[in-house]
């Protein structure tokens, strides 16, 4: 039985070195030729202007991590924070996710989940997205830290996985309302869930008497500031301030804002040829589904990276990087110092600026509420998440420190699974 589970394994992690931008091209070409019955040719088209989408997504995030991270970096510094739960990156999760024995099948166990909510009209989404089912395999993995137990990770990784379902389902209309794109929802564990976690803070930034008629979105600061309230010009001012907040000098600041506001252009541009790609598929999905299904709605569930191309969402995002940094000095009894994750922001804010119907401030007000949670989450988690990466292989800390992250760990379906699975018998 270990031996099969290992070929399976084998298997997937064959499938995902590949990259994104090989793999997801072809599962959406399989879908839409085989299963929407689209014409060959229209599905090939399609599949092949999504791959060059994902690549030029690739390669604008990985410009923006190279640029961001160091001003990031000599910002904490800057501030002389000392704390004793440090920000151990994406790739720690990423080693929980696939080091415990969960690992070995948590892909086929999502889609299994998938196929039989599908069937059950628990859902409508089919997520395709597999890169990003390690968020779920990082959940099962805490839950195999706590209690050692092979099932009772599995069992956390199928709910998870199932919540997320659910949740793309709930979060669609901001997709296709927001961001404009129909057809598509976001089971993406890094975002969906924060849409349930600022629910209750937008609704009441909704009620506050004269804020809630403040307009701050992009298009009123290009109305009123002209070419300095394009993406461009915006990106640039939010470059040149992270520069001068990093204390670096002019020589350096200039050239992250012109960084910043390439960034801001071209990610508008890039997703748009990558909707541009998935309309036909999704038009093709629905034709299909009305005749086969009698009008039942289905969503293909994609990666997050498709809403961040937003300059609302990129500008509250930046925004929200010192404002963090700060909270985490001044938070009673908080622990966690986040610096690694700083450069997935983007990720965490799409659905909060949505909700908040691209009002900037709006959105940062209830970005400082919600990043107050995550940072006490991400606190509170570190004792599990540390002892699960050093079983998984993180190099030890120094004496007297604990390591943690934003991207999960601050984040409330681990904490909830991890806090359960203490309660369970083992």
Known sequence: MEAILQAIKAFFDWLISLNNYVVMPVIIFLFAWLWFKAKIGDAFRAALRIAIGYVGLSMIIGFLINNLGPATNDLVKNLG?????????????????????????????????????????????????IWNFWHFAFIGGLVFTVTQNYWYGTIAVAISAALLLVF????????????????????????????????????????????????????????RFGAFGEPPGLGLIVGVLLGALAGWPVAKVLPLGVVMAGVFFLLTRIVAILVEGLMPVAEAAKVYLKERYKGRQIFIGLDSALLIGSPAVMSVALIMIPITLGLAVILPGNKFLVSVDLVFFPFAFPFIVAMCRGNILKSVIVGVCVMVITLYLATWIAPVFTQGALATG????????LGSNMFDGGFP???????????LPH
């Open 81 to 129: 924070l000392n704390l004793t739960t440090v920000d151990v990156g994406l790739s720690t999760s990423l080693l929980i996710s696939f080091g415990t024995r969960v690992a070995l099948t948590y892909i086929p166990v999502c889609i299994v989940v998938n196929l039989i909510m599908l069937a059950f009209k628990w859902t409508k989404t089919i997520n395709i997205d």
């Open 168 to 223: 793309a389902d709930v979060t669609q209309p901001l997709v296709e309302g927001f961001f404009n794109i129909p057809g598509i929802s976001i089971p993406h564990g890094t975002t969906a869930p924060l849409f349930f976690l600022a629910w209750p803070f937008v609704w009441l930034v909704d009620r506050i008497p004269g804020l809630k008629n403040v307009e701050i979105t992009p298009e009123s600061i290009q109305k």
């Open 394 to 401: 993180m190099p030890p800390l120094p004496a007297g420190l």
């Open 413 to 423: 379906l681990p904490s909830i699974f991890t806090f359960l699975a203490g309660l």
